[in-house]
């Protein structure tokens, strides 16, 4: 699996880079009234309003820093019906590392975190995307934004 890597409160994170259509360096967003607090706000892709859910918000409990290593990472989600896409907000993104499968250890922590794997000499953690993809929270942003 080929894994985006990042960072959330100082730990190493990984997202499958299948499951991502595109990554983009962060935009300035405009408030959404009414979202949840995990959701930063959204901006124009492509002549499309494009939601931005924070990683850090939903799998850290605080808000990302926006830095210039702040990306966007832009996914599918479906989810009642309808579909669109969302970026998710990561911050500190170093780069990409090739990973086994096999070398992939059992997942702990909340939801959305998957097993850990070794990269660069570094332990870093799966963020389920996929999970992520079909959960509520998939369903309340695109109640929101795709009607």
Known sequence: MLAVLFEMDGRLWGADARLIETVIPAVRL?????????????????GMAVP??????IVCSRPSERIFSTRYMLVKMSAGGREGLVALIAERVTGVAEIDDAEIGPSSGNSFAGGVFSAGGRIAQIVEIDRLARSG???EILGLFYP
Request: proline share 8%; no cysteine.
């Open 52 to 57: 931005a859910a924070d990683l850090s918000t």
């Open 30 to 46: 405009r408030p959404v009234q009414g979202a949840p607090e995990w959701v930063a706000g959204a901006f124009n892709y492509m």
């Open 137 to 139: 929270a998939a369903a």
